[in-house]
């Protein structure tokens, strides 16, 4: 499954897991996204699309969840 936002292109992102020694070591670090039909609220013919939506999006006013 992608794991990419089909609205704001959110992907998974490299990061450091920092011990208390100071050690790095590299980890990834997921967004919160979900697979669900919505509708883009700005497109004027109201076609439902299927995807991947980030929390964020969602939260948004950009995107509505079809139920």
């Known amino acids: 499954m992608s794991r990419i936002c089909a609205s704001c292109g ?4 490299v ?3 920092v011990s208390h020694a ?4 590299k980890k990834w670090v ?4 979900h697979r669900m ?7 004027a013919s ?3 699309h299927r995807g991947n939506i ?3 999006c969602l939260r948004g006013t950009s995107i509505r969840k079809i139920v």
Do not use: I
């Open 54 to 56: 980030c929390t964020k």
């Open 15 to 17: 990061a450091n897991n």
């Open 22 to 25: 100071n050690n790095k070591v």
């Open 37 to 43: 039909h919505f509708v883009f609220t700005n497109d």
């Open 30 to 33: 997921y967004p919160n996204v």
């Open 46 to 48: 109201g076609k439902v």
């Open 10 to 13: 959110k992907r998974p992102q």
